[in-house]
């Protein structure tokens, strides 16, 4: 029974994602906010019907601590679903992903044309120019940035490293950062079919202003946070 309704949760996702995909790029020439807020429409579909079909659904801890100003996000990543779900918590946002996820049809071209950071993770101190220059212009536009500071999804109870990017944007852009902890990968694993009914929590730190932080100081504060946090959620 599980598998069928991880399948048709899939067929379902496959049959919207070009249509909002098509409709990213129709509309591109909008305002940056208004752009986003049309197309993370497909994010609450996808989440709807996710809970219809699989009986997975979220909660909320900490929803007071989010800004209602553009900041930087820094998250953990267990699983796809928060690259989905995030867009139904948090303001308007763009995510920094590596280069290679824009050629993904239809879904690749959405996110070129909703300005996403795409960076070659190989090409260091350039890289992280970019991402400084493109997220100073997209948290102008009152775009939040999302980043997964270890850079890929990683198994329930592990940690990666955490690299440095995240914290040099907002170091150099004297942005907010707000971390934040979940436990998606306990019901959606990294590169599992099947998703697991229940709740997956979230849970969302006090904000941290960037201003007179070194990157590395602020670094290992999100990092501290995050994974002090992340035992609390096992198996909640």
């Not at 999804?153 to 170091?171: E, N």
């Amino acid at each position: 029974m599980r598998l069928l309704r991880s399948i048709l949760f899939n067929v379902g996702v496959l049959i919207i994602t070009p249509l909002f995909s098509i409709l990213a790029i129709v509309l591109f020439p909008l305002p940056a906010v208004l752009h986003s807020r049309i197309i993370s429409s497909w994010a609450y579909v996808v989440i709807f019907w996710l809970k219809l079909t699989c009986g997975l659904s979220y909660r909320v801890i900490g929803k007071e601590n989010i800004p209602n100003h553009s900041c930087v996000l820094l998250a953990k990543h267990q699983s796809a679903w928060e690259t989905i779900a995030f867009q139904t918590i948090f303001p308007p946002q763009i995510w920094v992903m590596k280069r290679s996820l824009l050629l993904i049809p239809f879904l690749g071209w959405a996110f070129a044309a909703l300005k996403a950071i795409a960076i070659n993770r190989s090409a260091g101190r350039e890289a992280l120019k970019q991402l400084v220059s493109q997220g100073k212009d997209r948290l102008a536009r009152g775009l939040w940035v999302v980043i997964f500071p270890e850079g890929t999804r990683i198994t329930p109870g592990q940690k990666g490293k955490y690299h440095i990017g995240g914290a040099w944007l907002a170091s150099h852009t004297q942005a907010t950062v707000v971390p934040v902890a979940h436990n998606a990968g306990e019901f959606w694993r990294k590169n599992s079919f099947n998703k697991t009914p229940g709740v997956i929590t979230v849970s969302i730190g006090k904000p941290i202003d960037a201003t007179n932080l070194k990157p590395d100081a602020l670094n290992q504060m999100v990092e501290d946070w995050i994974e002090s946090e992340m035992p609390k959620l096992r198996g909640l």
